[in-house]
């Protein structure tokens, strides 16, 4: 389930997506950020030791930017000025102030060691895999 809103009076974009079901790894990640409205710029790498998620935020910085975990979500709110000139007034208004996503979690990342950059517009979040293999033994038993 996706919800895109945008609400003319704050400049606000907002993208709600559905959560995955634990088990479904990076691919529910993956199709969350294809399911992104057109407006919202991000790629998704992946390496043996962790994600890298690139969303593109123009005019944000690290202070305007907040991201959190919570559960098996990661939340990003990034936000922006606008300046405008004096001798100028809107037309059309059509770039949004803000932009809040919510996307799931592959179940095999180390929430705890989630790190961060914005440089030049562009966010990039490291999602680190853990490094624990849950093992269990399964018991066989003679027929």
Excluded: Q
Excluded at 54 to 78: F, H
Excluded at 128 to 135: L, M
């Amino acid at each position: 389930m996706i919800s895109f809103d945008r609400l003319d009076e704050a400049g606000r974009t907002t993208v709600f997506l559905a959560l995955p079901t634990k088990g479904t790894c990076m691919s529910a990640l993956r199709d969350a950020l294809s399911d992104l409205p057109d407006a919202v710029f991000a790629d998704l790498l992946e390496s043996e030791s962790a994600y890298l998620l690139v969303i593109d935020v123009p005019g944000a910085t690290g202070e305007t930017v907040d991201a959190r975990t919570e559960g098996n979500r990661l939340d990003i709110e990034a936000r922006r000025a606008k300046d405008v000139p004096t001798d100028f007034e809107y037309v059309s208004e059509e770039r949004s102030l803000f932009l809040d996503v919510e996307l799931p979690l592959p179940p095999d990342v180390e929430a705890d060691g989630i790190s961060g950059t914005v440089d030049r517009g562009v966010l990039e979040l490291t999602l680190p895999k853990t490094t624990e293999t849950a093992t269990e033994s399964i018991p066989i038993e003679d027929a």
